[in-house]
Nanobody
Framework: QVQLVESGGGLVQAGDSLRLSCVAS????????MGWFRQAPAKEREFVAA???????YYAGSVKERFTISRDNAKNTVYLQMNSLKPEDTAVYYC???????????????????WGQGTQVTVSS
């Protein structure tokens, strides 16, 4: 059974940093793309960042230069380092994996097959 478990969320102040982790289990994910999405109250889920097994990355414009996605294939783990957090970054953050053979720059939420349960990030002003 495939499982993705996120951790690392919490309540921080604007300007602070957090690092989210997502551990995947159930099969090998080394060739998959892994991504982070987020959903704020009353808003649709939106893409945050994605990474290929090769290390190539892609970011949403709203987080570029502030967030960094990375992965440890040996640990089946993907990370999201979030710096200079803003109140508008407040959301539930989800990790997901995709076996789709597409560019990560063109992939949306429906291209990801497995999802975690999410971790809450709250940024106070």
């Amino acid at each position: 059974q495939v499982q993705l478990v996120e951790s690392g969320g919490g309540l921080v102040q604007a300007g602070d940093s957090l690092r989210l982790s997502c551990v995947a289990s159930g099969r090998t994910f080394n060739s998959d793309a892994m991504g982070w999405f987020r959903q704020a109250p009353a808003k649709e889920r939106e893409f945050v960042a994605a990474i290929r097994w090769s290390g190539s990355t892609y970011y949403a414009g709203s987080v570029k230069e502030r967030f960094t996605i990375s992965r440890d294939n040996a640990k089946n783990t993907v990370y999201l380092q979030m710096n200079s957090l803003k109140p508008e970054d407040t959301a539930v953050y989800y990790c997901a994996t995709s076996s789709a053979r597409k560019s990560i720059t063109t992939m949306g939420a429906r291209d990801y097959q497995y999802w975690g349960q999410g971790t809450q990030v709250t940024v106070s002003s």
